[in-house]
């Protein structure tokens, strides 16, 4: 590994401390190296704050350096104004010589502007250092702009004979398929996540709270599916613990899950867990509308039930929570 890909590499790992808090802005990382030596560190800032490179910049205590100093940055620097000055600017204003970038920024606003700056104003610029790790990184913000939807990730638990639920139930509450550690997890996700969307048959039969209870974290926004609205404000997702959207109003001629992918792009929501119920998933799955798919494998059976959604994906991943398997697909 060459020292700019280690750097990059360090970028990406302090970068991960803004999951769950910059969105919709990316969460950038970046290092400042000095002779060898890292000097500033920086990431982006909860929505509205700093962004990494001033974040990394404020953090070195001799600014002299600086110019003599090389910036390593996950993703071009931005070069317009929004809640914050371009940061492109601000490395010119420090007089860094040297600038490496993990990868092009493709919304339209910076889309290779901020390294025509950089250059104009005689900085050394090295582009696509780990760019394939970069664009992983920064997955959830290439789908919102590239795609014009979030990032979606459907999730279910199913019993080890295929049931995401037994045929009957004596409740209004979940039926647990996982072990606890499992569902510390989802709620984990659910943090690191703008978003989390059900369906009607779900609120009716789980009364879900949608929240990161057992985590600590920013509870998501909750997208409710209701076309005829027929859930009372009585049910758990409806309470103010955070933010509900209820969305009916469908063309039921058209692609339903694309119909709602305009509607949570309309709401700047860059990222969202799908949690059901059967009908719902499989929709998305059906339009082919998703990213990544979350399996859980409980030691339990139903033997008759709701079939776990059908789908095909390439399997990147396989691990054991105690009693449960985790398996994680992506659509290719």
Known sequence: MTNNETYIKRCIEIAKNGLGYTRPNPMVGSVIVYNNQIIGEGYTSPY???H??????????DKALLKNATIYVTLEPCSHYGRTPPCSDLIIKHKIPN???GCIDDNTKVAGKGIKKLIEAHCNVTVGVLEIVCKEHHKRFFTYHNKKRPYIILKWAETKDGFIAPKNREEQKPVWITNKYSRQLVHKWRAEE??????TNTVLQDNPSLTTRDWKGNHPIRIVL???????KEFSVFNNDAKTITINNFDF?????????DVLHQNDITSVIIEGGQKTLQTFIDESIWDETRVFIGNTEF???????????KLISEEKIMSDILKVYRND
């Open 99 to 101: 600038v490496v970038i």
């Open 52 to 61: 990494a490179e001033v974040n990394a910049i404020n953090s070195v205590a």
């Open 226 to 232: 209701d076309k005829d609205l027929k859930l009372s």
């Open 303 to 313: 033997k008759k039930g709701v079939k776990a959604p059908t789908f095909s994906g």
């Open 253 to 261: 001629s058209k692609n339903i899950a694309q119909q709602i992918c």
């Open 48 to 50: 509205g704050g700093n």
């Open 194 to 199: 703008q978003a989390i969307l059900v369906g």
